[in-house]
T-cell receptor, first 114, second 115 residues
Framework: AQKITQTQPGMFVQEKEAVTLDCTYD???????LFWYKQPSSGEMIFLIY??????QNATEGRYSLNFQKARKSANLVISASQLGDSAMYFC???????????FGTGTRLQVFP | NAGVTQTPKFQVLKTGQSMTLQCAQD?????MYWYRQDPGMGLRLIYY???????DKGEVPNGYNVSRLNKREFSLRLESAAPSQTSVYFC??????????????FGDGTRLSIL
């Protein structure tokens, strides 16, 4: 069974609008962490935001926020005020327990148009 | 990404050839990782090293070997390359094993094609 599911292969959003990228996860470990990475067309992986399973508040980093719904096992990335430079692949990843292994989803390709 | 350097950036091999992918970091990080990225499959962990002198298998270790040469360097070796190993390979580092909220920092990748 997939541990991390990103059901949106592609998303389009107009510049300056907000967009939500979905991520659901599956784990029985009460301790886990969720990460979002951005991969532009140039190929590098850029860390965006982190949410721990015991964190009381949703994580925010500038224009990025994480809509963490623990009971529904979802950790959706919200990008506010989209910019053309936000066009990229976005990956959700999970760390289970206290291991250092990351499990990645298959990614969502976001395209921002003027 | 000046912190994590992968060499080479591109390589074409013939089936059966051997090859070592190099990764070096100047971030003074303890943990290092090797991933492969295939179309439509996200990144999958091949091997990782929590600290100098230790290595462990990840999700897809078959056909690969690794060496943690020192704190800075972590190499990935394909002893007998197969077309199924055509992929983009990423090296990543993290400050300290077991610290839950630290992200992994990635190199720019090595695009490897095996004919």
């Amino acid at each position: 069974a997939q541990k991390i599911t990103q059901t949106q292969p592609g998303m389009f959003v107009q510049e300056k609008e907000a967009v939500t990228l979905d991520c659901t996860y599956d784990t029985s470990d009460p301790s886990y962490g969720l990460f979002w990475y951005k991969q532009p067309s140039s190929g590098e992986m850029i860390f965006l935001i982190y949410q721990g399973s015991y964190d009381q508040q949703n994580a925010t980093e500038g224009r990025y926020s994480l809509n963490f719904q623990k009971a529904r096992k979802s950790a959706n990335l919200v990008i506010s005020a989209s910019q053309l430079g936000d066009s990229a692949m976005y990956f959700c990843a999970m760390r289970e327990g206290f291991t250092d292994k990351l499990i990645f989803g298959t990614g969502t390709r976001l395209q921002v148009f003027p | 990404n000046a912190g994590v350097t992968q060499t080479p950036k591109f390589q074409v091999l013939k089936t059966g050839q051997s090859m070592t992918l190099q990764c070096a970091q100047d971030m003074n990080h303890n943990s290092m990782y090797w991933y492969r990225q295939d179309p439509g499959m996200g990144l999958r962990l091949i091997y990782y090293s929590a600290s100098e002198g230790t290595t462990d298998k990840g999700e897809v270790p078959n056909g690969y070997n690794v060496s943690r040469l020192n704190k800075r360097e972590f190499s990935l070796r394909l002893e007998s390359a197969a077309p199924s190993q055509t992929s983009v390979y990423f090296c990543a580092t993290k400050g300290q094993a077991g610290y839950s909220n630290q992200p992994q920092h990635f190199g720019d990748g090595t695009r490897l094609s095996i004919l």
